[in-house]
C-alpha cells in the first residue's frame, strides 16, 4: 500500500478515535473503516495492474499506421 493511502487511513482513523460515541461504536466503526480500506485499496491494486497489463497493447495500436 502506498505511503498517501496509509497517512489518509491513519488520519482517519485518528479521527475516528475523536468522535464522542462509546468504546463499543468507536471499536466497530474503526473495524467496519479498516475492512473498507481494505476491500478499496485491493480493488485499486487490480485497475492498477489491468492497467499495466493492457498498457502494451494500448501502446501497439496508437503506432500502427
Known amino acids: 500500500m502506498p505511503t498517501d493511502r496509509s497517512s ?3 488520519d482517519l482513523m485518528q479521527r475516528l478515535d475523536e468522535l ?3 468504546a ?3 471499536r ?3 473495524s467496519n473503516a479498516a475492512l ?3 476491500l478499496v485499496d485491493a480493488i485499486a491494486e487490480i485497475v ?3 492497467i499495466a497489463l493492457f498498457a ?3 501502446r ?3 503506432r500502427a499506421p
Do not use: V, Y
Request: no cysteine; net charge positive; aromatic share 4%.
Open 8 to 10: 489518509r487511513h491513519a
Open 20 to 22: 464522542p460515541i462509546s
Open 24 to 26: 463499543h461504536d468507536r
Open 28 to 30: 466497530t466503526a474503526k
Open 36 to 38: 473498507a480500506f481494505g
Open 48 to 50: 492498477e495492474n489491468l
Open 56 to 58: 502494451p497493447a494500448r
Open 60 to 62: 501497439q495500436a496508437t
